[in-house]
Nanobody
Framework: QVQLVESGGGTVQTGGSLRLSCVAS????????MGWFRRAPGKEREFVAG?????????DYADSVKGRFTISRDNAKNMVYLEINSLKPEDTAVYYC??????????????????????WGQGTQVTVSP
């Protein structure tokens, strides 16, 4: 079994920054791609950012966050991070960490569709005030 636990959420003003963290346990971490998704109130869950199992190879971002958000990972610590800057009220959401399915391990690519992920964390709330 794999467990993912997010932290780092909070309430910030427009223009502020946060660093979200996700720690993985239960299985080898470095073999799988990782990603961040979010669900805003009343909306579907959406892709935010993805990173290949070797973070130096590939990252991918939703257009809405490109240039403001940065995904990274530390395989030695079983951690994946999401640095979020220049926050806007529309970034308010619950942010989820997810692990890519084993099928893509040999490709070492970033993944952007939720069906490409099999384990999910419980989420951390980010609220951006105007």
């Amino acid at each position: 079994q794999v467990q993912l636990v997010e932290s780092g959420g909070g309430t910030v003003q427009t223009g502020g920054s946060l660093r979200l963290s996700c720690v993985a346990s239960g299985r080898t971490f470095s073999t799988n791609a990782m990603g961040w998704f979010r669900r805003a109130p009343g909306k579907e869950r959406e892709f935010v950012a993805g990173i290949s199992r070797n973070g130096d190879i590939s990252t991918d971002y939703a257009d809405s966050v490109k240039g403001r958000f940065t995904i990274s990972r530390d395989n030695a610590k079983n951690m994946v991070y999401l640095e979020i800057n220049s926050l806007k009220p529309e970034d308010t959401a619950v942010y989820y960490c997810a692990r890519g399915i084993d099928y893509y391990n040999d490709y070492d690519v970033a993944l952007r569709y939720d069906y490409e992920y099999d384990y999910w964390g419980q989420g951390t709330q980010v609220t951006v005030s105007p």
